[in-house]
């Protein structure tokens, strides 16, 4: 919708397309993405947005929902909801400028009037999901105690568990008559694409064995050799060296940043390899001025 601002303080954010590859588990492309998102790093608090915190599921609570499953035998079955912010309501008032190349030649000074939650606003994840959880409570389902991302259905000898990390959802449980349902409800309101049993789910792929279920990042740990530029480097039998030299006159790396989000991604990693933990951690001490032998 297009409209004045009618708010002398309300200001107007900007927006801008982001263009994206969605990788397949094998890391072959599926598909390209294009998508409008929000300049919300120009949004003022109390102005156009108030509260924005929204949980996202525990790495331990994954952990646990794939090993109660896998002891009771149930399929963990991974849901992706499809342009998932946008479902939800926007409480705040919110003015954006046209987007490039869907500007209006006879108002080109107009501004849009966000009903939705568009992507990078900063309220947009609470927004999203606040919408879902109070749909879901309204079925039945209450938090965990333990983890708000968690939400249980317990009624009836029926245990269903649905686990929420933004738009990548887990659901397992001992009914699949009443897990179907759930599935009709929400596809009745929300965009949700059915990605099966569980395979890769947040950067993690899951393989299930005769033994239980196999967690690997042996494509996130190829993609971050690749962009560090060690992809061709010998392997060691130890993460790190047994004795390390602090040189006084070392120069400092050139690129704090690029350093800065290698050592978070190894961080990441170490879910699945916990070998390279106390690496990390040594590596994670250097980020506010790294020197080139951290590097």
């Known amino acids: 919708m297009v409209a004045r601002s009618s708010s002398n303080r309300q200001t107007h954010i900007g927006c801008k397309w982001t263009f994206k590859n969605k990788l397949h588990p094998n890391g072959q492309i599926a598909r390209h993405k294009a998508r409008l998102v929000a300049q919300g790093c120009s949004q003022e608090f109390g102005v156009n947005y108030t509260e924005t915190f929204s949980p996202v599921a525990k790495m331990v609570t994954i952990r646990i929902l794939l090993t109660i499953a896998l002891h ?63 749909f879901l409570q309204s079925h039945g389902f209450q938090f965990s105690k333990a983890d708000p991302s968690l939400l249980l259905y317990n009624q009836n000898n029926i245990h269903i568990f649905i686990l929420i990390y933004v738009d990548d959802i887990l659901i397992a449980g001992n009914d699949n008559t009443k897990i179907t349902l759930i599935l009709k409800q929400l596809h009745s309101v929300f965009r949700l694409k059915q990605l099966g049993d569980v395979s890769l789910f947040l950067g993690i792929q899951v393989h299930k064995t005769k033994q239980g279920y196999f967690l690997h990042q042996a494509h996130y740990a190829r993609d971050l050799l690749t962009h560090a530029g060690f992809l061709d480097c010998k392997p060691a039998t130890t993460p790190m060296g047994i004795k390390r030299k602090d040189p006084v006159d070392d120069q400092l790396f050139p690129d704090p940043s690029h350093f800065r989000k290698l050592a978070g991604s190894l961080q990441y990693l170490s879910i699945t390899r916990p070998d390279i933990a106390f690496t990390a951690n040594s590596i994670c001490q250097h980020m506010h001025k790294p020197r080139v032998t951290d590097y």
Not at 107 to 112: G, I, M, S, T
């Open 72 to 134: 009771n035998q149930w399929p963990v079955i991974q849901l992706d909801v499809a342009n998932a912010f946008l479902h939800g309501d926007l409480s705040d008032e919110i003015y954006m400028k046209q987007p490039a190349g869907f500007v209006d030649p006879q108002h080109p000074q107009h501004v849009c009037k966000l009903h939705k939650s568009i992507y990078e606003l900063k309220q947009s994840p609470r927004q999203w999901f606040q919408k879902f959880t109070t």
